[in-house]
């Protein structure tokens, strides 16, 4: 080692010289799984497996909030992000350039698991005297949803199913369900589209006691939402102690909420993740409760016009949940 001059300036030069080189070699930046924000149950899903990942992995991970997927998903694609949350048929979006995706292809975006099920419906306020779907026709109600354009194409789905069209609503641009949330306590609109259990639906509710309303459980009505909403079905969800919102047994639109990531990724890393998600529901669990519904052994569901990463597929295939 070259020996360092005894001047003070070039003495402490040398002291961080010496720190810089003593730094472990194993240091690595965090890698973030991006998701919707704070207050959301996407949020809270992305803390729990960053947990998971940083803890039983040794992946150094934490959850990043940004305004949505049509922000985040591109960001993946790119690289400029390694992981985040998604769903099953905006994965497929989202490869295929179709949907909220529409014309705008992201040939390296990787599928890396299927998670917990997820049901999402449209909330209303309990005072609202609105009952039904059908109630909604003519009120002021969420549109646009410009930082989260797959919001926007649900809710379509879900309201062209049972026969009503954009017209048939007086409608309020808003830039996420976070802001018509907001705007339901506030008595602007007459609903939002949102998951019962989240943050922002505890947050309402407390504000002003809101209820969702069920989908008609009708195979005509899911087949037309599927149609647009692939891989999604009616899911019953009864009332329990954490969801106030649910009043009543309600049919809700269910789907798997998925892990996403890019081609870029390293093998070894999403190999890892998978392995450490796949061993670890109880800490999962723990950290979120909706990971209680989390299936280990359907982590690599089929998903016609989605890729998983390579990582991924090494882990399914060793413990025979995928072909070879």
Excluded: W
Aim: charge should be positive.
């Amino acid at each position: 080692m070259k020996r360092c001059s005894i001047s003070a300036t070039l003495t402490a030069m040398c002291a961080a010289l010496a720190l810089l080189a003593a730094a472990p070699a194993t240091a690595q930046k965090p890698m973030g799984i991006a998701t919707l924000p704070q207050g959301s149950l996407g949020y809270a899903i992305a803390s729990a497996l960053a947990k998971v990942g940083s803890d039983e992995a040794g992946l150094p991970m934490r959850a990043v909030g940004l305004g949505g997927s049509s922000v985040y998903v591109p960001q993946i694609n790119a690289g400029e992000i390694e992981f985040g949350t998604s769903n099953t048929f905006e994965a497929i979006f989202a490869t295929q350039g179709t949907g909220n995706f529409a014309g705008r292809p992201h040939p390296h975006l990787r599928v890396v698991a299927a998670l917990a099920p997820f049901q999402v419906g449209i909330m209303v306020r309990d005072d609202s005297g609105i009952r039904s779907l059908q109630d909604l026709k003519g009120k002021a109600f969420p549109v646009g949803y410009s930082s989260m354009k797959l919001v926007g194409i649900m809710q379509e789905a879900i309201l062209e199913a049972v026969d009503i069209r954009p017209a048939d609503l007086d409608g309020v641009p808003v830039p996420n369900f976070v802001k018509g949330a907001e705007m339901l306590a506030e008595g602007k609109v007459a609903g939002v589209l949102l998951a019962p259990g989240s943050g922002v639906v505890k947050k309402t509710n407390a504000q002003a006691p809101v209820r969702f309303l069920t989908i008609p459980n009708d195979p005509a009505v899911e087949a037309r939402i599927r149609a647009k909403l692939p891989s999604t079905s009616l899911v019953m969800v009864k009332p329990n102690p954490r969801m106030a919102s649910i009043r009543e047994p309600v049919y809700l639109l269910g789907y798997q909420y998925t892990l996403i990531t890019n081609d870029g990724v390293d093998e070894d890393v999403v190999y890892r993740l998978v392995k450490a998600l796949y061993e670890n529901k109880k800490e999962l669990a723990a950290a979120h409760g909706s990971f209680n519904r989390f299936d280990p052994k359907a982590m690599a569901i089929d998903l016609p016009g989605a890729t998983y990463h390579p990582g991924a597929v090494k882990f399914y295939r060793e413990r025979g949940m995928m072909a070879k």
